[in-house]
């Protein structure tokens, strides 16, 4: 199953230039939907004057060398690792899934557009990484639903509760689950279930890339300049229009603190509200 192309028998039933325009259809529902979204949102409008309130208030100037060295450790840490997730656990859930998506995706797209027919014998990898991709977002995607959402681990709502916002997640390993399914009934040759769970696998990717508008689907492209963007108000001054942080070994900023008996207070207060994880509050 894992090494083998489904895409080849699938081209039995559908025609391989079929495949690719449905491809391609997705692709332009995802650019539509995103650039619907920044209009409806105004996410764009709000980068732009965010950064040009930015600037007037900023105590340096950044230089294009540094910028360069600030996307970097953008792509680097907020990108590729995920770093801003604390949680430990989110944060595997969510390389997991990300990963997992974009080597799903990007191998279905080059066996559609590549080697969908038996004329083209298919590089062993290809399925393999289809197969570990899908499995990759059914791992990231469940276990971020049962076990991580806040409002079922703190809480205390059930698992099966479903607001707009669950979309994007909801479909993602759902299509992930009817791919894996279709492709081990395929390779079994049951040919009613099979075709049923391709229907299944069609449904769901459709229903997940022409939703964007009404999913999180596209904040995976705002992110990425959103954390730029943070990272950039830091290092000119302008911190986003917040307060400077206090240190608390200056006299100067302990004498600013409102409550007498916190002025001398350690640095290190304990944990307090983290000492113990949010539970059915």
């Known amino acids: 199953m894992i090494t083998i192309n ?31 979204d920044t209009y409806h949102k105004k996410s764009a409008q709000y980068f732009f004057e965010n950064s040009k309130n930015a600037k007037k208030v900023a105590t340096r100037q950044v230089g294009g060398g540094e910028k360069v060295s600030i996307a970097i450790k953008t792509l680097t840490n907020e990108v590729l690792t995920s770093g801003e997730f604390s949680n430990p656990k989110r944060r595997i ?30 590089p062993v990898i290809l399925p393999i990484l289809w197969h570990v991709g899908a499995l990759m977002l059914c791992i990231g995607g469940y276990w971020f639903w049962f076990f991580i959402r806040v409002d079922v681990s703190a809480e205390g709502n059930p698992w099966y509760r479903l607001v707009r916002a669950d979309l994007f997640i909801v479909s993602l390993f759902i299509t992930a689950t009817f791919a894996l399914i279709w492709s081990l009934l395929q390779s079994l040759q049951i040919a009613g279930w099979s075709t049923l769970a391709l229907v299944l696998f069609i449904s769901s990717s459709t229903f997940l890339f022409s939703t964007i508008l009404w999913s999180k689907f596209s904040h995976m492209f705002f992110k990425p300049a959103a954390a730029f963007q943070k990272r950039v108000t830091k290092a000119d001054g302008s911190r986003e229009n917040l307060p400077e942080l206090a240190d608390r070994n200056d006299p100067a900023d302990r004498d600013r603190h409102s409550m007498e008996l916190l002025k001398d207070a350690p ?9 113990e994880a949010p539970n059915h509050y």
């Open 93 to 122: 859930s969510h390389l997991f899934t990300m990963y997992g998506f974009i080597t799903f995706v990007v191998t279905t797209a080059i066996m559609v557009f590549n080697y969908s027919t038996a004329t083209t014998a298919t």
């Open 6 to 36: 489904p895409f080849i028998e699938l081209s039995a039933l559908i025609p391989p230039i079929a495949m690719q325009i449905y491809i391609i259809a997705m692709f332009l529902l995802v650019l539509g939907g995103t650039l619907l």
């Open 267 to 275: 640095l290190n207060m304990g944990l307090g509200i983290k000492r």
